[in-house]
């Protein structure tokens, strides 16, 4: 059974830094496209950034996302945090399931941007 939990959310000031991390399981980590996304109060969901373990650590713009296969885990780095991160942030896998893929999601952790 697949299973994310995140965690590493929390209230910081504007120009901040968290690190959120995301322990999977019930996969084969290595083979997953590992994403974090993001859902602002009366937003839609939207993509942050995506890794696989075969694509390096991509960055997008502040944010940036790593993987541990050892761990099981991926991380965002965010950095220069603004108001407008505040958002419920998501880790996601996206799993082939032999005849397409199939999206599991975690619980969510609440990122509050504030002064």
């Known amino acids: 059974q697949v299973h994310l939990v995140e965690s590493g959310g929390g209230l910081v000031q504007p120009g901040g830094s968290l690190r959120l991390s995301c322990v999977a399981s019930?996969?084969?980590?290595?083979?997953?496209?590992m994403s974090w996304y993001r859902q602002a109060p009366g937003k839609e969901r939207e993509l942050v950034t995506s890794f696989t373990s075969a694509g390096g650590n991509p960055t997008t713009g502040r944010f940036t996302i790593s993987g541990d296969n050892a761990k099981k885990t991926v991380y965002l780095q965010m950095n220069s945090l603004k108001l407008e991160d505040t958002a419920v942030y998501y880790c996601?896998?996206?799993?082939?399931?032999?005849?397409?893929?199939?999206?599991?999601w975690g619980q969510g952790t609440q990122v509050t941007v504030s002064s």
């Open positions: 019930g996969f084969t980590f290595s083979r997953s496209v």
């Open positions: 996601n896998a996206r799993l082939w399931n032999g005849k397409g893929y199939t999206d599991y």
